[in-house]
């Protein structure tokens, strides 16, 4: 059993982050925020060419970062492979040692760096899942055996967000049934809301509540406009605009807001997922300022 699934098993408050691996071979600033993290947080999502962005594969990423002492978990996408690819991907995953997968459909390249590639979504969420959940039983999506099974603790994506939020709750309750074991969500900033959602859809799988500080108005504003299911509410954007071009108070002001999100959540969730998309070194004074202890020995 992984870190990340024997936490969640136990009922500890989980916390996971979330990195991008590099457009490069250089993994030296990856890993100085990794060993930052460390004893921050149970594990470390590792991004799949993040917002169709050519980057290096996050198999290998995790591999490294196993070395490290360090737990990842590989999000893969069907954007960019069909079936066959991404169950081999997986039997690589499970040989590097990699144990803990969350899949997503993905952004379409036509929004990436590479925007004349082809698209392939060949499996759905839900069927990507279903491929993990296969091999973890001794086979193939076709039925044919494997030399041995996999051992994956498989997670997928939620969004309490979403417009429609019965469509919203019938997506996930698919995922659960094609055997999704977490969940990490879109970015929550309506603490009231979130718990809502998760009284209303009354699943029996944890889930870990999306955690991205808010860097700027500029940031909000874009958020609310281009990211489905994104609500940061006006008085938070005001309390940012209030503090001007002071940056120490903008951070400070952040921090207070994603500390304040998380204490208000409370039991409603099995811990946070924190994309602090370059602030990473925020991560440890928002889990201190929200009362989460350092993971420490």
């Not at 390249?109 to 296969?134: I, M, R, W, Y």
């Not at 929550?188 to 944890?206: E, H, S, V, W």
């Not at 006006?234 to 903008?250: N, P, S, T, V, Y």
């Amino acid at each position: 059993m992984t870190k990340l699934a024997s936490a969640l098993e136990q009922g500890e408050f989980v916390v996971t982050s979330e990195l991008t691996p590099p457009k490069g071979t250089d993994l030296s600033g990856l890993f100085a925020k990794a060993e930052m993290l460390k004893t921050w947080v149970t594990a470390v999502n590792l991004t799949e060419s993040h917002a169709a962005r050519m980057a290096m594969d996050p198999i290998a990423v995790g591999h490294l970062l196993l070395d490290r002492g360090i737990e990842p978990i590989v999000q893969m996408t069907s954007r960019d492979k069909n079936r066959i690819a991404i169950q081999a991907g997986m039997l690589g995953a499970a040989a590097l040692g990699i144990r803990n997968l969350v899949f997503m459909g993905g952004d379409p390249p036509s929004n990436g760096d590479h925007p004349d590639a082809k698209p392939v979504f060949d499996l759905f969420a839900s069927q990507l899942l279903e491929a993990a959940c296969t091999l973890n039983s001794g086979r193939d999506l076709m039925g044919n055996s494997l030399n041995a099974p996999t051992q994956f603790c498989v997670g997928a994506v939620m969004n309490p967000g979403a417009r429609d939020k019965p469509a919203e709750i019938d997506n996930t309750r698919r995922k659960i049934d094609a055997g999704a074991t977490f969940f990490q969500t879109q970015a929550i900033y309506d603490a009231g809301a979130f718990i809502d959602f998760m009284t209303q859809a009354r699943l029996d799988r944890p889930v870990l509540a999306g955690i991205i500080p808010v860097k700027s108005v500029k940031m909000a504003r874009y958020m609310n406009e281009k990211v489905p299911g994104i609500d940061i509410p006006e008085e938070m954007i005001k309390r940012i605009a209030q503090a001007g071009e002071d940056k120490q108070k903008i951070v400070d002001i952040s921090i207070d807001i994603a500390a304040s999100t998380i204490r208000k959540i409370g039991d409603a969730s099995a811990g946070v997922h924190i994309m602090a998309i370059g602030w990473e070194e925020k991560i440890p004074a928002i889990l201190e300022a929200a009362g989460v202890a350092n993971q420490a020995p």
